[in-house]
């Protein structure tokens, strides 16, 4: 009987093709993120300030959409051309300000009248940056890498080699990243790369040249210094609590004001007008959502001074949880509603929640974290 027909045994290892993040990932994410806003934001600001140019004559009207395709096009390119690490710097930058302009022009595409103007867009764009937001949470979530992680890592890392810019940190981590594979891993194959790598870094110890910090890391280190001499407890405590009292001020009285509004005839009257002029509501249902929104807003007001009472009290751990949730409640759910009824004017209100939500995991990281809270009660016990 012949054996041509018999399946052909292999001991080659199956193939391993699922997806490794790259280890710069969250800065080329939070370059595309703040790229991204820039480009609406300074967009919109553009076109307000010049009255909504015309770029061409006649029927010719070459729209900013175009120029976003553009944008896009190239920092697609890009990392399909060039493999160096800067090259996915400027990748992304573009990537962000392509998207924006592209994004900006949304109403265009959803109303057959091709309305620039249509008031759904403001939100459309929000929740599309909001998408990317959750994006780079993700991609910088911190997680144990696999060996085979680690090594990708390390091929990324190592270009720094062949460009011979090479610092002392960067020597010294890679070294680290090596020798954790050599001892570690279960795959000889994997062990005798490593071990190749780590011989041939050895060598090249002598190339090591001084770091030169990238423009992120420049912010990191002036905001790090500034945070060490300046933001000390009771200053970020206040900077807080101050923050805090600002939002609950700012949503209690406006919405309250707006609430008395809807409430007086004559004042109903002039704010339904306004609102029907700027195409903002179309029939009752449209006065529910103004309505729900003075509601959602005002309560996350009340919640933002219940915070600040709790924090007074000098409960701080439960203060800055409630203080999290309403500005996360706010930021995700509330300002939806608020871009259509307030536009991009609401812009400069969800950076300022934004930057306190920011502050305040940083306040919960430095001083309210479980392993400090452990060391002080340590340091307590041993004086």
Not at 126 to 136: K, P, S
Not at 264 to 284: D, E, H, K, V
Request: net charge positive; charged share 15%.
């Amino acid at each position: 009987m012949s054996d041509t027909n018999l399946p052909v045994q292999s001991n080659s290892p199956m193939k391993d093709r699922s997806a490794v993040q790259r280890r710069r990932a969250p800065t080329y994410v939070l370059i595309t993120l703040l790229s991204f806003a820039f480009s609406v934001t300074a967009t919109r600001i553009f076109l307000n300030l010049t009255g909504f140019p015309k770029i061409g004559s006649g029927n010719l009207h070459i729209a900013h959409v175009l120029w976003g395709g553009l944008f896009l096009f190239i920092a697609s390119l890009i990392p399909l051309i060039l493999v160096n690490h800067w090259a996915l710097e400027i990748s992304s930058c573009l990537a962000g300000i392509g998207v924006g302009l592209f994004i900006d022009e949304v109403g265009k595409f959803i109303t057959s009248t091709n309305d620039y103007f249509f008031p759904s867009a403001a939100p459309i764009i929000y929740a599309f940056f909001l998408l990317t937001v959750l994006v780079f949470i993700q991609v910088n979530h911190q997680r144990k890498p696999t060996p085979r992680e680690t090594m990708y890592a390390i091929l990324e890392d190592f270009a720094e080699v062949l460009d011979r810019d090479l610092s002392q940190n960067e020597y010294e981590q890679l070294s680290a990243r090596l020798n954790k594979i050599i001892a570690d891993s279960k795959d000889e194959q994997l062990v005798v790369l490593a071990q190749s790598l780590s011989d041939y870094l050895e060598k090249q110890k002598s190339q090591v040249v001084p770091h030169q910090h990238s423009p992120l890391e420049k912010i990191q280190i002036a905001w790090d210094k500034f945070e060490s001499g300046w933001l000390t407890r009771q200053h970020m405590r206040l900077v807080i609590l101050i923050g805090l009292v600002l939002w609950a001020a700012w949503a209690i009285t406006s919405q309250t004001i707006m609430y008395l509004a809807t409430h007086n005839s004559q004042q109903l009257a002039a704010l339904i007008q306004q609102f029907t002029q700027n195409r903002l509501i179309r029939n009752a249902s449209g006065m529910n959502w103004f309505e729900a929104q003075i509601l959602l807003e005002g309560s996350m007001g009340i919640l933002a001074l219940a915070a600040v009472i709790i924090f007074l009290f000098k409960k701080e751990k439960q203060a800055t949880t409630i203080a999290t949730i309403d500005l996360l409640l706010t930021l995700i759910i509330v300002n939806l509603v608020t871009f259509y009824f307030d536009q991009f004017s609401t812009i400069a209100f969800a950076v300022y929640q934004f930057a306190l939500l920011m502050l305040i995991f940083r306040y919960r990281r430095r001083f309210l974290s479980q392993h400090i809270v452990k060391r002080h009660t340590t340091t307590k016990k041993t004086g």
